[in-house]
């Protein structure tokens, strides 16, 4: 397929000063409006033109929708046009949500973080190339998915919660809010809505089209972090294959509150209280692992938990052609998630292996 | 304005990839068009029915209380159908119209249940039942052309009363069968492209422009049921044919509305005594006349 790079179509470009401005012009023009926040996502589809938005709404003049703010005594606010450094950078993020600030620091590059911003970063559409390519599978509105056939190229798709698009979510930062029990306030032509970190994101089953629940005309605004996750244990690792920069092939988050000696040994005198955990790319949606949370809750914070959990987590994974090899591999970052990253919390921890 | 939707595929080929939705719309707005018509028309147009021949009191006298329409085998087809039908009509385009929810699985759960059984349906209907009368005859032809004419204000005889379906009755099924077993031989196809207990998906079983015709006649055969079902529920609700719909619940009607308006020797009801195929007619029975579209669907 001819695709036309460089030269975007000609669009209407509308730069608002304020959130109100901003959301009427997203409702006057529903659909055919595009919203471009940090523009990373934004122009790879208008140059391919394989989106040809006739209006595009740039948010970057609003002052408001920037900058890390306490929201009241209960944790902080981060507006949606935050860039990706400020939030690594800022000192009450490092402090209470250092969580958010690994995912944040393990976006890309710094040239990309210092652009792109918190709002796009968790509303990004999905890496699968036959989309990006303009074919038109389930997800730009067709009838077929080229990735899930027997030689398509689904190495990076998705092992769970498939429907029809096997597409993934690939933020990185998404799953480090959902840990950390985020609320993400979105402006909708009714009002102001609060939604759970969590809810903000859909499946192909809801929505094969979207990643997100925002409908033309809804603007994400801000995302509000409360302080009942602040100075927990963080735990975030990605897995991609270039680390230099790159999407992830998988990530996991937790945030969890323990109680009991933490070194002692293997880090079994600790007894999980609180957890909150969330892997992404796995599926369409970055997923909040409910199960694994209840199942660990209450149990001792040792190999054999972590490799129960593990094992929990991928219950019901469906692999494709290329992409078995994710099965494992959310084993072990769910297993490591619940141990920690410390080597003598993690002696006698085995590691899943897969062999292609 | 298109009724399809296009797409470029891989190989450059310009394939149909569905209808466009705005026909959902178009579909529900011909329904309710037709009931308001409909109705207008019966309100203050239609002209009393009459029919050819009447029933002689010792035929009447033979026809029992409670006449058997449809048996208990029957009427279960019927609500599974139905049941499946709006479960179909529901998962698929509800999410068309902006109600959201994950209904890939019950849709195609949906299609499975109605599948088999229309396969029931079909092997009931051709083994267990009076094949020929849901199927237009030669009287059915002849009554159309003669209520026609009537209608258009000719002098032509009253048509016949009616054998166990109206003529109506049988071309909705006949639409019915059109519009169903397009959605389902589609449909059955159309699995193979998700994921089912059924058989492994194959995306590839057909090239793009098959696909693409088998995805734009799901969805006709789709928005021509939607129009067709609003059809059916609207008569099933209109007071004159509440007997016909109370049969399709209790399996009977009674002998009033049976004699008023179906032709024993065409419908010959099984009684104790001998049936009534010595029913005699006489050319000048009243009842009412001129409802086009009236008669039960």
């Known amino acids: 397929m001819a695709v036309i790079r460089d030269v975007m179509a000609a669009f209407e470009l509308f730069q608002p000063a304020s959130v109100d401005d901003a959301q009427r012009l997203l409702e006057q023009h529903g659909p055919d409006a595009w919203v471009l926040a940090g523009g990373l996502d934004s122009f790879d589809w208008l140059k391919d033109r394989i989106k040809k938005p006739k209006v595009v709404v740039d948010l970057s003049g609003i002052g408001e929708l920037r900058g890390i703010r306490a929201a009241g005594s209960d944790g902080i606010e981060i507006g949606a046009m935050t860039t990706l450094t400020e939030v690594v950078n800022h000192p009450i993020v ?9 995912a944040a620091e393990l ?24 989309y990006r390519s303009g074919w038109p599978c389930y997800r730009a509105g067709g009838n077929i998915c080229y990735a899930d056939t027997p ?111 933490s070194s002692a040994g293997n880090g079994s005198a600790q007894t999980i209280d609180r957890i909150r955990i969330s892997v992404n790319a796995a599926a369409a949606r970055p997923l909040r692992l409910k199960v694994v949370e209840d199942a660990v809750r209450g149990q001792p914070r040792n190999a054999a938990t972590g490799e129960m959990a593990g094992k929990l987590a991928v219950r019901g994974a469906i692999p ?33 292996t897969w062999t292609s | 304005m298109d009724f399809l939707e296009w797409a470029t595929s891989p190989w450059g080929q310009r394939v149909p990839i569905h209808i466009a939705w705005f026909l959902i719309w178009v579909a529900v707005i011909a329904g309710f068009l037709f009931f308001v018509v409909h109705a207008t028309y019966l309100r203050y147009f239609a002209r009393p029915r009459e029919f050819t021949g009447t029933i002689s009191p010792a035929v009447a006298a033979r026809i029992p209380e409670h006449v058997p329409r449809h048996s208990l085998t029957a009427r279960l087809f019927h609500w599974i159908m139905a049941a499946s039908m709006f479960t179909l009509l529901f998962t698929a385009f509800l999410p068309k119209v902006g109600v959201q929810f994950p209904w890939v699985t019950y849709h195609w759960i949906a299609g499975v249940v109605l599948t088999a059984s229309i396969l029931f349906h079909v092997i009931h209907a051709s083994f267990f039942m009076d094949f020929w009368a849901i199927w237009p005859d030669r009287i059915d032809l002849r009554d159309a052309w003669r209520r026609m004419m009537r209608f258009a204000g000719k002098h032509e005889a009253p048509p016949d009363k009616f054998a166990k379906y109206p003529l109506e009755n049988k071309l909705y099924h006949g639409a019915i069968i059109a519009a169903g077993l397009s959605a389902i031989v589609t449909g059955v196809f159309m699995m193979f492209r998700v994921r089912t207990i059924f058989f492994p998906r194959n995306p590839y079983l057909f090239g793009d422009m098959t696909w693409g015709m088998m995805y734009v006649l799901h969805g006709l055969a789709g928005v021509g049921l939607i129009a067709l079902i609003m059809v059916h529920v609207y008569f099933g609700l209109r007071p004159e044919k509440l007997p016909i719909t109370k049969s399709m619940i209790f399996g009977w009607m009674s002998r009033d509305f049976y004699l008023k308006e179906h032709d024993p020797k065409r419908w010959v009801v099984e009684t104790s005594s001998s049936p009534s195929s010595s029913a005699s007619p006489a050319p000048d029975s009243k009842g009412l006349e001129g409802r086009g579209l009236t008669d039960a669907v």
């Open chain 1, 94 to 102: 490092k402090q209470k949500y250092d969580l958010l600030a690994q």
């Open chain 1, 107 to 130: 976006v890309a590059s710094p040239q990309i973080r210092n652009q792109g911003t918190i709002g796009g970063n968790v509303s990004q559409d999905t890496r699968c190339w036959y």
């Open chain 1, 151 to 261: 030689e398509g190229r689904n190495r990076e798709h998705a092992i769970l919660q498939a429907d029809r698009c096997v597409a993934v979510n690939p933020s990185d930062s998404a799953p480090a809010l959902i840990a950390l029990d985020a609320k993400f306030v979105i402006r909708t032509r009714k009002g102001e809505r609060v939604v759970d970190a969590e809810d903000y994101f859909i499946g192909p089953d809801i929505d094969i089209t979207r990643l997100h629940i925002l409908q033309p005309g809804d603007l994400l605004t801000a995302i509000r972090i409360p302080s009942t996750w602040a100075g927990a244990q963080f735990y975030f690792e990605k897995i991609r294959d270039r680390n230099v920069w790159d999407f992830p092939l998988m990530n996991v988050a937790s945030a969890m509150v323990a109680s009991g000696d």
């Open chain 1, 320 to 352: 494709l052609q290329f992409n078995a090899y994710k099965i494992p591999l959310m084993r072990n970052l769910v297993k490591r998630a619940i141990i920690g990253s410390g080597a003598a919390a993690r002696s006698g921890a085995e590691e899943a």
